[in-house]
């Protein structure tokens, strides 16, 4: 998904046999760093996507346990320390995307 939009790959017929290698059929996980935003005592704060990105999840099993995942979420807090005054939290979510192809 970019920019809450599925992803489309388009094929030629000369490349169709490509087709079958793409991601749009392959079961990922979806990492998502979500911030809230410092409001005003009388403003409900919610939280709001600040990024996002895919991983296959055959190389993923682990999820947000990965090492590199814990050291990625690491790096955006250390970032996330120097924004305190605009941002009161930060945290990852990860989620599952199964494969969506659909055949035109």
Same mark, same amino acid.
């Given at each position: 998904?970019?920019?809450?939009? @599925?992803?489309?790959?388009?094929?030629?017929?000369?490349?169709?046999? =490509?087709?079958?290698? =793409?991601?749009?059929?392959?079961?990922?996980?979806?990492?998502?760093?979500?911030?809230?935003? =410092?409001?005003?005592?009388?403003?409900?704060?919610?939280?709001?996507?600040?990024?996002?990105?895919?991983?296959?999840?055959?190389?993923?099993?682990?999820?947000?346990?990965? #090492?590199?995942?814990?050291?990625?979420?690491?790096?955006? #807090?250390?970032?996330?320390?120097?924004?305190? @005054?605009?941002?009161?939290?930060?945290?990852?979510?990860?989620?599952?995307?199964?494969? #969506?192809?659909?055949?035109?």
């Amino acid at each position: 998904w970019l920019l809450g939009y @599925p992803v489309v790959y388009l094929f030629s017929t000369e490349h169709i046999a =490509n087709a079958i290698y =793409n991601l749009s059929t392959k079961s990922l996980r979806i990492f998502k760093i979500l911030v809230c935003r =410092n409001a005003a005592p009388s403003k409900v704060s919610r939280l709001e996507e600040l990024l996002s990105f895919s991983v296959p999840y055959d190389l993923s099993m682990g999820g947000s346990k990965e #090492q590199w995942a814990e050291a990625f979420l690491a790096h955006m #807090q250390e970032k996330w320390e120097r924004c305190r @005054p605009a941002w009161s939290s930060l945290q990852m979510e990860v989620s599952e995307c199964y494969p #969506q192809a659909i055949v035109l």
